[in-house]
């Protein structure tokens, strides 16, 4: 299958595609083309969990959990046709648009400290409260299958906080029962 997937960086106002019909600009635009790279390999993932739980009442329970995650070989797109000095210049491929080559070359470490107190449900009520302390890093900033690496020349640009990277994460709900066997929940 063939698809056209063109991109106007400086389009002209009101007319983005200088007089011609959008299928008669798209038919002359340069392609883009995606290709896998040769040595791609399939994701690895290596979790590890410990955790423990307490009574502290009848009714009431603490649970803490450590996580950690470990992912390597995660798909990363590269664009191995890019513009001379940024978006202006001229591709060393004219013929084509991006190149994008996906390479697993991608990793991004996981780990977390769960803490999470719940009252069972009793004399018509129950709560939980959950608390997260997680720090995700790694080359995959967006953090998606495929994340596009910022500059294919410089790829440790990208290293750092992972999109689902949330330092803090804060939890409570409850339930009460009220008459009539209505249940009130937040």
């Known amino acids: 299958f063939r698809q056209a997937s063109i991109t106007i960086t400086n389009p002209s106002y009101p007319d983005?595609?200088?007089?011609?019909?959008p299928a008669s600009f798209v038919s002359t635009a340069?392609?883009?083309?995606?290709?896998?790279?040769?040595?791609?390999e399939n994701l690895e993932s290596h979790a590890y969990t410990v955790g423990m739980s307490q009574e502290l009442t009848t009714n009431l329970a603490i649970h803490?959990?450590?996580v950690y995650n470990?992912?390597?070989?995660?798909?990363?797109?590269?664009?191995?046709?890019?513009?001379?000095?940024?978006?202006?210049?001229?591709?060393?491929?004219?013929?084509?648009?991006?190149?994008d080559e996906i390479r697993t070359t991608g990793e991004m470490d996981y780990k977390?400290?769960?803490?999470?107190?719940?009252?069972r449900f009793d004399d018509?009520?129950?709560?939980?409260l959950s608390y997260t302390l997680a720090k995700a890093d790694g080359n995959v900033a967006s953090g998606?299958?495929?994340?596009?690496?910022?500059d294919g020349g410089n790829p440790g640009l990208d290293d750092g906080p992972a999109v689902n990277d949330r330092r803090h994460?804060?939890?409570a709900s409850g339930s009460v029962l009220l008459p009539a066997d209505i249940n009130l929940g937040a």
């Not at 977390?112 to 719940?118: K, T």
């Open 112 to 119: 977390a400290l769960m803490v999470r107190l719940d009252r």
């Open 169 to 171: 994460a804060l939890v």
């Open 30 to 40: 340069p392609q883009n083309v995606t290709v896998l790279s040769n040595n791609a």
């Open 70 to 99: 470990r992912m390597t070989k995660f798909p990363l797109t590269v664009d191995i046709n890019p513009r001379a000095q940024g978006t202006a210049g001229a591709r060393p491929l004219a013929q084509f648009g991006r190149i």
């Open 64 to 66: 803490t959990d450590l």
């Open 144 to 150: 998606g299958i495929s994340s596009r690496v910022t």
């Open 16 to 21: 983005p595609y200088q007089g011609r019909s």
């Open 124 to 128: 018509r009520y129950l709560y939980m």
